[in-house]
């Protein structure tokens, strides 16, 4: 069974809506922290829509507006991300290792830390930052609110450590590496240092108030169950998260053996497995999708879920509000 797996892993072609977690592309100079010991190993990803990468170069896997941003952070152990606040709500579904989300401008506030199957949605005004505590490779699989997230605003301890490591965040937002010889170009910039004034206006969080930004994979939440697929609400009206995002993300499972209904969706939907293989059925193909594998169904197309293995298949839908 595990060599068949392989295979088909192998002999699979690549598809324009389908994102294997195999066939990311990284960006290791994504955001002005990234030559800062500690916060020099991470990976960044753009699946769809163009994020909030400070890197023009940032690879994009699936430009097609969503009205969302769907992204990754693969680090390892003791890799942090710095302090830094979003323009649109920032959630984050852990799918390997083991994570601390710190809130403060030293990350000094408030402390929660999840494991795979939690997820954490991140309001804006509020600086967070977040660590691989594990000791294995983690990964985390994200959605920003908006076709366009905006950009990042950093504590002000983070451009004194990139100043030492010759990186410069222009007010364009976009970044010039000194050490590779990069200058920053006539007419042009750097981003002013985030002033106190930037900084006072932000939120401070409780560790209780943080806890109640996060979903756990055992905690009681809405559940629909039909046949053998079971479905938990984690962010849309009625939930612990019901504040606006701009779309609804719901944790699926389905038992061996098990399908969903066909059904035909206006909007945009996108899947992300977390564990097992879910087979996707839509009107003229079919797709297979393996653990951290992300895909998008084309909007308006009937599709059914379908696991045909031995093994239970947990995976999200996320469907932007229309």
């Known amino acids: 069974m595990v060599m068949a797996q392989r295979l088909s892993r192998v002999n ?12 990311l592309i990284p960006c290791m100079d994504a955001f ?33 507006p969503h009205g969302f941003n769907i992204g990754g952070a693969r680090q390892p152990a ?12 920032e ?13 403060g401008e030293k ?3 408030a402390e929660v830390i999840l494991k795979p199957g939690d997820l954490i949605s991140i309001p804006t005004g509020v600086f967070r930052g977040f660590e691989n505590i594990g000791d294995d490779i983690g990964y985390l699989w994200a959605v ?13 301890y983070v451009f004194d450590m990139a100043e030492d490591y010759g990186l410069v965040l222009l007010e364009n ?10 200058v920053v170009p006539e007419g042009k910039s750097p981003m002013p240092v985030t002033t106190q004034a930037q900084v006072d206006a932000l939120s401070h969080f409780t560790d209780q108030e943080l806890r109640n930004c996060c979903i756990t994979s055992d905690e009681d939440v809405p559940v629909l169950t039909r046949g053998g697929l079971t479905m938990r609400k984690l962010i849309g009206a009625d939930t612990k998260l019901g504040w606006p995002h701009g779309f609804s ?17 206006p909007g945009p939907e996108v899947l992300f497995v977390h564990t097992g293989e879910l087979v996707v059925k839509l009107e003229d193909e079919t797709w297979r999708l393996f653990p951290g594998d992300t895909a998008t169904i084309p909007q308006g197309v009937s599709r059914q879920f379908v696991n045909d293995t031995e093994k239970r298949v947990e995976f999200l839908r996320v469907r932007g509000d229309i």
């Open 12 to 23: 699979l072609e690549a598809h324009p809506r389908i994102v294997r977690y195999d066939e």
């Open 32 to 64: 002005i922290d990234t030559r800062t010991p500690g916060s020099d190993k991470k990976e960044n990803f753009t699946i769809i829509g163009p994020g909030v990468s400070e890197n023009p170069n940032q690879h994009v896997h699936i430009a097609e």
């Open 78 to 89: 003791n890799c942090t991300n710095s302090q830094h606040s979003h323009d649109t709500v």
């Open 91 to 103: 959630v984050f579904y852990i799918h390997k290792g083991t994570w601390a989300f710190r809130t």
């Open 107 to 109: 990350g000094q506030d």
């Open 144 to 156: 920003l609110g908006g076709d366009d997230p905006g950009r990042v605003l950093w504590a002000p």
């Open 173 to 182: 937002g976009s970044l010039v590496d000194t050490g590779k010889g990069e």
């Open 249 to 265: 993300l719901n944790h699926m499972a389905l038992m061996p053996g098990a399908g969903a209904d066909q059904l035909r969706f």
